[in-house]
């Protein structure tokens, strides 16, 4: 639905040229919640500002629904923007209006008539869960309240594109939680496909169906969320899951003679088998385990242990090589 | 040299009084009126925003800086020949408030401009991504928020017109001020320096509450 063709986006800075974003080219498929995650600086931003063309591809195409938008102006331009609804990191409301005239202006901006403003501010608000602050001024709103405002002004004009910059990392982790709900609940009961950028993998890992690694301005990982947490491919996106994950471990267990540091990854249909007492059996090495999580992700669950294995040097090769073929992830780690 | 009686006084103050709001009051509309889209004007100009045109703002800002930075006497005389056309005299308080009204002008619009800096890029940066029109961005969004710091800037004007107005007395203008002066400085009553001075701080006090009163209404952060 959203097609990004070789985008690329270079700023000039003090006769620099910096490129935020190198030579993107993927596709968001319609109705699903997407994810970019990466580091501040990573060009995240720029390239979601693509979609709405808040930023200009220096080159590229952006496709919506097989339109060329990117060299959309004027009248077009506009239209394309409020059919495509963008919510903020610091929300950007209008302080000197109140909710209701806040979600209002952006029906206004599409040209919706009076009446039907009057019909469908009440309905979003409901929706957002703030029918009764349809007076108050954003400075009498919390920040999560803030948000479902920005929200609500984001999908007043049955947007069919949602997009959200960082849009709780202003907020606590429990406003975090019930914010990202309620983009859960509009992306289900409205189908709207929305596109969310995080520098949290944790964020992701609640909502997103697919999400986009970048680094350094490039994409480096594109995948389901479930893959990427199971089996990240890139040294980046394994760095970001293990953060997530914090398997953090001392410093001493690393540098036990003789024994080997492994994580196993284990994967749904493989987490009922009892490959570490077959290891222990088969080959005679002593397991000691001394991390285990499980992580759910879209409902699925992914095990996660970290193990000490003890034993002869070709015995605990031999049961590494097993170990591989009984569960998809056997990683060693390093200090 | 008769000195001013009580009575006379009362009178002179009076009158004077309803110069300099005649003086200040016509200059202030005219700043309201021109000096806010000449603020607007600059500011949208500004880099990277919706009529970026470098060559224009440098114009506007370039005319407000000479108007701001030649002394208002002078000025005044300056713009003898512009108040013999629109007022057709170059004598009194309604000649005097060209001038005044030129310098409000530039005065304001700079403050204007300043405000509008203030308004939060992001909610303009949303009102973009709704899809709105400029116009509309200009109206609910960029006047809107920036209303409390204009009220601010038109108190601040108003203000420094009382101020400048004082010296209309030079082309006949009159007002409190130039009573003070007149009277007060040149003819050494420093009862009649007193009162006028006095009740010049009275009236800068009420303008700053006023001010401030509405500005607080205006200020929804």
């Not at chain 1, 985008?7 to 190198?22: G, L, S």
């Not at chain 1, 950028?197 to 690694?213: F, G, L, P, T």
């Amino acid at each position: 639905m959203i097609r990004f063709q070789n985008v690329h986006v270079n700023f000039e800075v003090k006769n620099k040229i910096i490129e935020a974003v190198k030579d993107v080219s993927f596709e968001i498929n319609r109705g699903e919640i997407f994810g970019i995650v990466g580091t501040s600086g990573a060009g995240k931003s720029t390239l979601l500002r693509t979609i709405n063309l808040l930023q200009k591809p220096s080159k590229g195409r952006v496709v919506i629904n097989g339109k060329d938008i990117t060299d959309l102006k004027g009248e077009e331009l506009r239209q394309h923007r409020a059919k495509t609804g963008m919510v903020f990191q610091h929300f950007n409301l209008i302080h000197t209006k109140t909710v209701f005239e806040n979600v209002a202006f952006a029906m206004k901006a599409a040209g919706k008539s009076r009446e039907e403003i009057n019909k469908r501010v009440p309905e979003v608000l409901e929706l957002v869960g703030l029918s009764d602050r349809a007076t108050a001024y954003p400075s009498k709103l919390s920040g999560g309240q803030k948000q479902r405002v920005g929200i609500a002004r984001a999908i007043a004009n049955n947007p069919e594109i949602l997009l959200c910059d960082e849009p709780t990392s202003a907020l606590d982790l429990e406003t975090t939680n019930s914010i990202l709900e309620l983009l859960k609940k509009i992306n289900k009961q409205l189908g709207i496909t929305t596109v969310i950028i995080s520098h949290e993998m944790n964020v992701i890992k609640k909502i997103c169906d697919r999400v986009a690694v970048m680094k350094d301005a490039e994409v480096v990982e594109i995948d389901t969320v479930y893959n990427v947490f199971a089996s990240p491919k890139h040294p980046f996106s394994r760095q970001l899951v293990n953060y997530t994950i914090n398997l953090e471990l001392p410093k001493r267990l690393f540098r036990e003679k003789g024994k080997r540091l492994l994580k196993i990854v284990y994967r749904g249909e493989r987490a009922e088998e009892p490959v570490i007492s077959d290891i222990i059996k088969h080959f005679g090495v002593d397991i000691n385990i001394l991390h285990g999580k499980i992580e759910y992700i879209s409902d699925q669950p992914i095990g996660i242990l970290v193990v000490h294995i003890d034993g002869n040097k070709d015995v605990i090769t031999a049961a590494e090589e097993y170990l591989k073929t009984r569960v998809p992830e056997v990683e060693v780690l390093n200090e | 040299m008769n000195k001013l009686s009580f009575s006379e006084l009362l009178q002179n103050l009076t009158k004077a009084f309803a110069e300099t709001f005649l003086m200040c009051g016509t200059s202030l509309g005219l700043a309201i009126l021109l000096g806010v889209p000449l603020g607007l004007f600059i500011y949208i100009t500004r880099k990277g925003l919706f009529w970026e045109n470098r060559i224009l703002n440098f114009i506007g800002g370039f005319l407000i800086n000479i108007i701001r930075s030649t002394p208002f006497v002078i000025l005044l005389v300056l713009l003898i020949p512009l108040t013999q056309r629109i007022v057709g005299s170059t004598i009194g308080p309604l000649a005097a408030s060209v001038p005044l009204s030129v310098a409000a002008i530039a005065f304001f619009a700079r403050l204007v401009e300043n405000a509008l800096c203030e308004v939060d890029k992001g909610v303009i940066e949303a009102a973009v991504a709704t899809g709105a029109s400029t116009f509309m961005i200009i109206k609910d969004v960029l006047l809107a928020e920036a209303l409390p710091g204009i009220i601010r800037g038109l108190t601040v004007t108003a203000i420094s017109l009382v101020g400048y107005s004082a010296m209309a007395g030079i082309v006949g203008g009159g007002g409190v001020g130039d009573l003070a002066v007149r009277f007060g400085y040149y003819r050494y009553q420093t009862d009649v320096m007193i009162i006028t001075v006095a009740s010049l701080i009275v009236l800068v006090q009420l303008l700053q509450t006023i001010g401030d009163f509405i500005a607080k209404k205006a200020d929804r952060r």
